[in-house]
Structure formats: C-alpha cells, structure tokens
C-alpha cells in the first residue's frame, strides 16, 4: 500500500474539506450517538496506528534476521548435519561389509 503524504498538493484543502463535511454531519446527530460516532472512528485510528507499526516492527526484524551471520551459519549447519549422517552411514555400511 501507497502512502500518501498529507502535507504535498492538495490532500490538506481534501482533508480541511471532509473534516467540515464531517463536522456538519456530526453537528446534525444527537450528543450521545455522536460521541458513539467519534469514539469509534477514534478507536479504528488507534488500531490502524498499532497496525502500522507492527507491521514496520515486524518487517525490521526480518529484515535483521537475513542481515545477520548466524541465520547463515545455523544454515549451513542445518543442511550440513544431515548429509554427514547420510554420508557416515553409506561409509559405515560399506566399511562393514
């Protein structure tokens, strides 16, 4: 997903605008059902701000994890371990025989 930067063009006269249309229609409603309305759309900010930055979180520590030597030497170590048993054993079999 694209960001779009509020500050460049005119997304700030769209944001001034959709907060009047927003702030009209909120006006219209009765206290309770728009303090329902904003506490809601509060809440959804909220949770969109918490997602975003797990997600940010989230990709730095892969990304840290492919930077680091260890993935790559717990790796190899991890494709080199079964082949020596395999080997040790075709060695081990005809060294009996």
Do not use: C
């Not at 509020?6 to 009765?30: F, M, N, R, T, V």
Request: no cysteine.
């Amino acid at each position: 997903m694209e960001e779009k930067n509020i500050s460049s063009g005119k997304e700030p006269d769209l944001l001034q605008k959709k907060h009047a249309e927003l702030w009209d229609e909120l006006s219209a409603l009765q206290t309770d059902q728009a303090m329902k309305l904003l506490i809601s759309f509060t809440n959804q900010v909220r949770l969109q701000q918490v997602i975003k930055v797990q997600r940010r979180d989230l990709f730095g520590s892969l990304t840290a994890v492919f930077k680091s030597p260890w993935f790559y030497v717990s790796l190899l170590a991890g494709l080199s371990f079964p082949i020596m048993i395999y080997v040790s054993f075709i060695y081990t079999s005809l060294w009996i025989e």
